[in-house]
């Protein structure tokens, strides 16, 4: 999360060929959206470990439920673009970009699966809160959100299969993996 808000102003400007838009304007709704909610629970964890400690699983159904909420609406107010996307072959650009990701992060993960499959959800894994940040306030285009909640749900969708794969397998899926399945970064 840091990372992005430090990394997309910075390269969002270079890679957009015709597009004006200045690092402050991608910084902004990030630092304004992303880092006082990071702030907060820190300050928490560490002034109230065992509150935090105590309230983590509420709060991960929450964001699962915001989460699923989110995209829920998303789709079916971007429901005609997305048709357009599908047709477009997008849908399975995306989901070869995910694959591939995941494939990398998977292959330089060393000799332990476990330590493999982690990687490779890592390394596929999308900052699909801070995409729909930076999208929600700098661009009209809705088609830019839909590729975004496609993305999001392809993402989900590819997690699952490799958790499935992994449980099929009885390796135990570390902390990462689970954190990450309902809540990706």
């Known amino acids: 999360m840091l990372a992005s808000s430090i990394f997309m102003p910075i390269v969002l400007p270079l890679v957009l060929d015709g597009v004006q838009i200045s ?53 079916a107010l971007q429901f005609n673009s997305l048709i357009e996307l599908a047709k477009s072959g997008m849908v399975l650009a995306i989901a070869i970009f995910i694959i591939v990701a995941f494939a990398v992060g998977y292959l330089l993960g060393g000799p332990k699966l476990d330590t493999r499959l982690t990687l490779g959800v890592g390394t596929a894994q999308r900052n699909i809160a801070g995409a729909l940040i930076v999208a929600g306030t700098n661009f009209e285009d809705p088609a830019i959100i ?33 954190s990450s399945l309902g809540n990706p970064q």
């Open 146 to 178: 839909s590729v975004i909640v496609v993305t999001s749900l392809s993402l989900f969708v590819v997690i699952r299969l490799i958790a499935r794969f992994s449980i099929n397998q009885q390796v135990p899926l570390t902390e990462v993996n689970i």
């Open 23 to 75: 690092p402050w304007q991608v910084a902004k709704p990030l630092f304004v959206s992303l880092l006082p909610p990071l702030a907060i629970g820190l300050l928490i964890r560490w002034r109230f470990e065992a509150i935090a400690t105590s309230i983590v699983p509420f709060l991960r159904r929450v964001t699962n439920f915001a989460l699923i909420l989110g995209l829920t609406s998303s789709l």
